[in-house]
Every structure is written in C-alpha cells, then in structure tokens.
C-alpha cells in the first residue's frame, strides 16, 4: 500500500508544476493498490524483504546516531565538567577526610513514617 501510495504521488506530483504525469508510475501505483486490495498475499514476500530491509538499516544506522549523539553531547560536557574541576559524583579521593558520607540536616523522614511500604 505504501510504494502504491509512492508510485501514485510521484506520477502525479510534475502536475502540480504544470508538467504531465509520469504514466509509468500511475501504472505501476494503480497495479500495487489493486494487488494489494485483492489479492494481498501476492505481496507478502515483498513485504518480509522491506522487513528485512528495515532490520539492517536499523542494525547499522542506531549505533552510527547513537555513538554520533554520543560523541557530540555526552564526551564535551564531561570534558568540561573535568576542565573545570567538577565532581557531581564526588568520586575524588580525599585522604583526610574520615567519612565520605554526607550528613544531611534536617536528617529526614522518621524510620516509622513509611511503615506499608509494598
């Protein structure tokens, strides 16, 4: 339905410009959208190939956008966040101190407040 949906659209789009029609391509698109209202099961293997298609875009193209998005937000704030000496982690060693916890004040709830938790 979709490349019939296709083929129509691109036959027709040089009207919008004044040109003629690309008769091919209305032919092409009126034949797919008969097929695929009649008898759909003649597509079927098209169909498992344009699946297909789609599992190896989506094994090459999502690392590439992920690693790229990766590399272009991620690795410069981290940089930065080093170049200026930013810890948000606390993950520095510090040698004197005795305790890395940290006190909070007020100390928080009560240990009766949440008695139901689940």
């Known amino acids: 339905m979709f490349f019939a949906l296709l083929a129509l659209i691109l036959g027709v789009w040089p009207m919008a410009f004044g040109g003629h029609p690309i ?5 092409i698109g009126l034949l ?9 099961k ?20 999502s690392p590439l956008v992920l690693g790229l998005i990766y590399l272009t ?20 060693f510090e040698p004197g101190l005795q305790t890395y916890w940290i006190s909070r004040d ?3 709830p ?9």
């Open 32 to 40: 797919l959208l008969v097929v695929a209202a009649v008898m759909p």
């Open 73 to 92: 937000s991620v690795v410069p704030v981290g940089l930065l966040m080093r170049m200026f000496g930013k810890d948000p982690l606390r993950r520095r």
């Open 110 to 118: 009560q240990a009766d407040s949440l008695p139901r938790q689940f």
């Open 106 to 108: 007020p100390p928080g």
């Open 23 to 27: 008769h091919a391509l209305v032919g």
């Open 42 to 61: 003649l597509l079927r293997p098209f169909n498992r190939l344009w699946f297909e298609f789609g599992l190896l875009l989506h094994k090459l193209i």
